[in-house]
């Protein structure tokens, strides 16, 4: 998969001052990003994950475990949110204690984990944000960004809608996820932005079901009761499209659904979309990979900026190409 890079490069305080000396006199040689860099060294790398008990979080877990193991210099170590902002920032400042070499998040919400980001930076220790932000500017506030573009992925998604599901129009429901998170907030824009390529689509209904499957099967539940017409919703995530489906089979209606991740696995989105449970996921990059290289540019290759954002494309899962990707 492609990942597509963009924004300034994050650049030590340290060799801004050299390029300032540089006016007046020959050219610095540019300073690391970290100090304590080095090809044969050992470094600890802490992965602060939001919720370990979310399908697509293991996910992310397991593919950077695989990502980390192929560079003997690096440990790994991951502790699990559990979905608590107090336990995630108390796991944050653990890592600062053990002055870990780097730091991985992926915050649960973005503001109240913003003020243990800013210690980590503080404190020296380069901060890579997996798919969720904190409050701030990569470059400045963290070291860097690297994701999915949540809100062209949703985009995708509506314009699929409008022009292959529902080309006639109808009503569509969004299920969004936890509202104070920012891939919430930009998958639910991107999702109506693309639908309004088709005026003939109404979005009806639009509930908060913080990435959870029995409370989107509620929601979508009580929506179908309000708008029994409903013909199609866009799920935020994977799991919340699996409750979806389970609130249309017990309405006894056809809906189709979309989800978002496109997790692999009997329970993941792309088997619900070859099984035709499903109309189409659209996966959501780890960028565990990405993230390891990143790792091994600030601390074995000693580089002396990385780019700041690192957005990695997704890829539209289908009944056309479903058992392709499935490996069937």
Known sequence: MDAITRGRRAIPAALLAGTILATAGPALAADPLVK?????????IGFSQANNAEPYRQHVNDELTAAAKAVPQFTLQIADGAGNVNTQTSQV????????????????????????????????????????????????????????DNYKIALEAGHYTA????????????????????????????FKDGVKDNGKIEVVAEQAADWLPDK??????????????IKMVYASNDMMAAGARLAAKGAGKEVKIIGTDGLPGPAGGIEAVVRGEWAATF????????????????LLDCAPSVDTVVTVATTAITPENAKQMAGK
Not at 36 to 44: D, N
Not at 119 to 126: L, N, T, V
Not at 163 to 190: C, F, I, Y
């Open 163 to 190: 022009k292959t599901l529902l080309p006639d129009g109808g009503q569509v429901a969004v299920l969004e996820g936890l509202p104070s998170s920012t891939p919430a907030v930009e998958r639910l824009n991107g």
């Open 36 to 44: 304590a860099c080095s090809k044969t060294g050992e470094f600890v």
């Open 216 to 229: 989107a099967q509620t929601a979508f539940s009580a929506m179908l009761q309000a708008h029994p017409d």
């Open 283 to 298: 996966t959501y990059p780890t960028g565990a990979k990405e993230a390891i290289d990143m790792a091994k540019a600030i």
């Open 93 to 148: 400042d653990n890592f600062i204690t053990q002055k870990v070499d780097l730091l991985l998040i992926s915050p649960f919400e973005a503001a109240p984990l913003t003020p243990a980001v800013k210690r980590a930076m503080e404190a020296g220790i380069p901060v890579i944000e997996l798919d969720r932000k904190t409050v701030g500017d990569p470059g400045k506030d963290y070291t860097a960004f690297i994701g999915g």
